[in-house]
Structures are given as C-alpha cells and as structure tokens.
Nanobody, 124 residues
Framework: VQLQASGGGLVQAGGSLRLSCAAS????????LAWFRQAPGKEREFVSV????????YYADSVKGRFAISRDNAKNTVYLQVDSLKPEDTGVYYC??????????????????WGLGTLVTVSS
C-alpha cells in the first residue's frame, strides 16, 4: 500500500484544514486507519483512529472535540478535519494503515503502512 497525505499548510490559530490520505496498491476497505503527528523535536504521537467500517473512532485527548476522522472506502481515502487549530497542533501529519493486527490501536507499532506526511503549521 502506498499512502499519500495532502491538505496541510500554513493557517492562523483558530483556523481549519482538511487533511486527506489517498491509497494506491490495495484497497483500504478492511484496514484500520489512523493519523499521527510529529512536532519538531518530538516523537510521533497518535492523533486519531477509525475502524474499517467507520463504526469506531477514537481521538487523543489533545484533539478531542476539534478534529474529526472519516473515511470513504469507495475512494480509498481517509480524512482528518482539523478545526480550532492551535499553535501546538503544528507538525507533520502522517496517515497509517494496519493490515495485520485486526485491532483499533493508538500504538505506532500496530501500523505497517505509512504515508510521507503533510506539514501543518499554525501561527499564533
């Protein structure tokens, strides 16, 4: 699976973006998908996850109520709507797919496919 994230950019605090992650090479339909992010000088951290059927979603406490994950299996794409952005949301956002654990996980080790990331910069 090749994952390509897009939609990042420079936005003022309080603004919004819609991140997309399109897949090629295989269908994402049966896979758990997630978004992680990495701020400068920090470790990559979990942001959100969505089950294959969209029945289950989960968010990091730091983004709960501001971010929304969704997927369109017909388009082989996962989205992350990011609203009410804060400077601390700045970082590279990565999409990831889990093809082997059959779980809904917040751990990086559960994901075997990763996109290259898209940079989100939030100015104060």
């Amino acid at each position: 699976v090749q994952l390509q994230a897009s939609g990042g950019g420079l936005v003022q605090a309080g603004g919004s973006l819609r991140l997309s992650c399109a897949a090629s090479g295989r269908t994402l339909q049966s896979l758990t998908l997630a978004w992680f992010r990495q701020a400068p000088g920090k470790e990559r951290e979990f942001v959100s996850v969505i089950s294959w059927s969209s029945a289950y979603t989960y968010y990091a406490d730091s983004v709960k109520g501001r971010f929304a994950i969704s997927r369109d299996n017909a388009k082989n794409t996962v989205y992350l709507q990011v609203d009410s952005l804060k400077p601390e949301d700045t970082g590279v956002y990565y999409c990831a797919a889990d093809s082997y654990t059959n779980t809904v996980s917040t751990r990086r080790s559960a994901y075997d496919y990763w996109g290259l990331g898209t940079l989100v910069t939030v100015s104060s």
